[in-house]
């Protein structure tokens, strides 16, 4: 919720945010979901759906801030 407060000081194209914006959404319901159903079922399917909504969320944030800093704001 936070990040959203930095979206429109990047300089992006409307395509580049939209995807930015659904990688965060895929990977704050991948994370959470793959942990919970780990604790239920254990097993490697649900660890991997875990560290790919974990890596969904670190990258979009990295490429917002590497998009921040980068092109600064207007």
């Given amino acids: 919720l936070m990040l959203s407060f930095i979206a429109p000081l ?3 194209a409307h395509g580049r945010r939209r995807t930015l914006a659904a990688a965060f959404l895929a990977g704050t319901v991948l994370l959470p979901g793959g ?3 780990q604790i239920w079922h254990p097993g490697m399917p649900f ?3 875990a560290a ?3 890596v969904l969320v670190i990258a979009a944030m990295g490429t917002m801030v590497h998009g921040l ?4 704001h207007p």
């Fill in 10 to 12: 990047l300089p992006l």
């Fill in 35 to 37: 942990v919970l159903m």
């Fill in 47 to 49: 660890q991997a759906v």
């Fill in 52 to 54: 790919l909504g974990a």
């Fill in 69 to 72: 800093f980068t092109f600064g």
